[in-house]
């Protein structure tokens, strides 16, 4: 029998406190990958009028305009999780398939919906064969390690099988990739997830969005409900996406503190290994123990990190760091120095 802690995700900063004896506003969090650069938003929400049903038609404008894509062409979804469960129940396939690691809700949902499911192990057999006419997964940039794929040849070999292709880029945001958006024109089972709190730094408003070809949204539109996301969600996200610097200064900061991090963790003889990540966490692997040890001896230090153990295809000695502030990551290697030094 699997473990409780299956589906288990990183940010559980009020159970952490609780656990320490401390208050949640004391906890340095690198155990979730939220954006630590919050959005210029001056909106005052005492004016916003809630007394009629809300009308979502701005923020499907500025989305689209976003992501260069037409209106008609997304949806819109109570968050990235919700998303994806609403995807797998509307397409009712038989059949899954997941590279992996990977976001967990994707395994969950599967089960859930009775998919038939493989894994393939993207670090060991990214090539392995495709059932025909699977529902294909990708995290581009992928999770827990951040890496970028360039998915032409794995994109190729999936349309020859007549697959149906879930390409999430929830984290492309924070580099300068492309995006598997030029590839709508091409093939007609193709749908692209953005989870707009990551970058936005609100994973209190949930609001997520799938992409794919106006005909294939209609379709899946008509198996939604009508209202899906408060007012606030959407004046929240309407003004976020308004910050015109905001993702070039998150990308730069990010990238500057990133690598001061990798720097210092190379010093360390414990660590074995630091996956490279184009997104705003880094995967660890460590030598000679475990996350659950890692984690112990920076409780007194009140810095939660992110156990990666229950990710398929990784051991107990994995761990993932998220990027914040230089002052949160500063802290964070003065404790592996009084530790391990």
């Known amino acids: 029998m699997e473990s409780n802690n299956q589906f288990n995700h990183g940010g559980d900063i009020l159970t952490f406190s609780k656990k320490i004896g401390s208050k949640p506003k004391e906890i340095i969090d690198l155990s979730s990958n939220i954006n630590f650069i919050k959005p210029k938003v001056k909106t005052d929400l005492n004016k916003i009028d809630i007394s009629n049903y809300p009308t979502y038609e701005k923020l499907y404008k500025i989305i689209a305009k976003k992501y260069s894509v037409k209106a008609d062409e997304i949806e819109l979804f109570n968050g990235g999780s919700s998303a994806i469960f609403s995807f797998f129940r509307y397409l009712n396939l038989k059949h899954c398939t997941i590279y992996s690691p990977a976001y967990l809700e994707y395994k969950k949902a599967a089960q859930t919906f009775n998919y038939k499911l493989d894994l393939i192990n993207r670090f060991e057999d990214i090539n392995k064969d495709v059932k025909k006419n699977s529902l294909v997964v990708f995290v581009n940039p992928s999770t827990p390690d951040g890496k970028y794929y360039n998915l032409d040849k794995l994109f190729n070999s999936w349309v020859k099988k007549s697959c149906t292709i879930f390409i999430d880029e929830s984290f492309l945001d924070f580099c300068d990739k492309k995006s598997t958006i030029e590839k709508l024109k091409s093939y007609d089972k193709l749908y692209i ?108 230090y009140k810095i939660m990190i992110r156990d990666c153990s229950n990710f398929d295809f990784l051991g107990k000695n994995f761990v993932r760091v998220a990027i914040k502030d230089k002052k949160s990551m500063k802290l964070f290697i003065k404790a592996l120095k009084k530790e391990f030094m």
């Open 193 to 300: 997830l953005k989870s707009m709190t990551k970058i936005y730094s609100s994973a209190s408003i949930r609001v997520g969005t799938i992409i794919s070809r106006a005909d294939n949204i209609k379709k899946l539109k008509a198996k939604e409900p009508l209202w899906k996301l408060s007012h606030f969600d959407s004046i929240y996200l309407q003004n976020a996406i308004k910050n015109k610097d905001f993702i070039n200064k998150t990308i730069k900061i990010t990238n500057k503190n990133k690598q001061y991090t990798i720097k210092e963790l190379e010093k360390f003889d414990f660590v074995k290994k630091i996956y490279k990540s184009e997104a705003n966490y880094l995967l660890l692997e460590l030598k000679s123990f475990d996350a659950k040890d890692l984690q112990e001896k920076l409780l007194s």
